[in-house]
């Protein structure tokens, strides 16, 4: 079952925040985020285990509700970098394969 | 530390006919992944192998699309013969393990006319 993401798409201001959710039927083990620029392949952002952890990368954090099945990706202060497709990939509790989302499209401008 | 390698990078050819793309994951990497993603959407996990054994390949075409992994390393996904709704990127993968944060490659862009 494909996790669902929202917002499908967001358009921000230099500086701005945004936050993007990541919703699961299934119970989940892990949940990544991954970003991926127009042509290029997804690049690994950070991977939140299950224990409703939350994790920092700069400006870019996360955090992961099991119970909820749920994840979110905080975006603060947005760069012109930050452009790009998120998808968050969940990964079930029985095999381990990862699903992921249909992608949240997020466009900075200056 | 040399990332995921894949060739071609892009592949144009006429339905009916086969095609095959080759990928070498990073070293010490036990988990292989095959994605397919069509414009505009998320991956589509194709098959994953732990080792050389297959872990899941639920979502494969298994009537046009086969893969393997020799030894353990390297990989080949094969399509015989293509459909026009073939046309999309295919990503190669790997990890560390099952569970891990996965490593893509640049993708193989395939074109059915």
């Known amino acids: 079952q494909q996790p669902v993401q929202s917002p499908q798409a967001v358009i921000l201001r230099e500086g701005e925040d945004a936050v993007i959710n990541c919703s699961s039927s299934?119970?989940?083990?892990?949940v990544h985020w991954y970003r991926q620029k127009h042509g290029e392949a997804p690049i690994f952002l950070m991977i939140?285990?299950?224990?409703?952890e939350q994790k920092g990368h700069d400006k870019i954090s996360a955090s992961f509700n099991e119970k909820k099945q749920q994840s979110s990706l905080y975006l603060t202060a947005s760069q012109l970098s930050y452009s790009g497709t998120y998808f968050c990939?969940?990964?079930?509790?029985?095999?381990?394969?990862?699903?992921f989302g249909a992608g949240t499209r997020l466009f900075v401008k200056a | 530390e040399a990332g995921v390698a894949q060739s071609p990078r892009y592949k144009i050819i006429e339905k009916r006919q086969s095609v095959a793309f080759w990928c070498n994951p990073i070293?010490?990497?036990?988990?292989l992944y095959w994605y397919q993603q069509i414009l505009g959407q998320g991956p589509k996990l194709l098959i994953q192998?732990?080792?050389?054994?297959?872990?899941?390949d639920s979502q494969l075409p298994k009537d046009r699309f086969s893969a393997e992994r020799l030894k353990g390393v390297d990989s080949t996904l094969k399509i015989q013969p293509a459909k026009l709704e073939d046309s999309a990127v295919y990503l190669c993968?790997?990890?560390?393990?099952?569970?891990?944060?996965?490593?893509f490659g640049p993708g193989t862009r395939l074109t059915v006319t």
């Open positions: 993968a790997s990890s560390f393990d099952r569970g891990y944060e996965q490593y």
């Open positions: 299934k119970a989940l083990y892990s």
């Open positions: 939140l285990l299950k224990g409703g």
């Open positions: 990939g969940t990964v079930d509790t029985g095999g381990f394969k990862t699903i």
């Open positions: 070293s010490g990497h036990a988990t």
């Open positions: 192998f732990q080792n050389n054994g297959v872990v899941d």
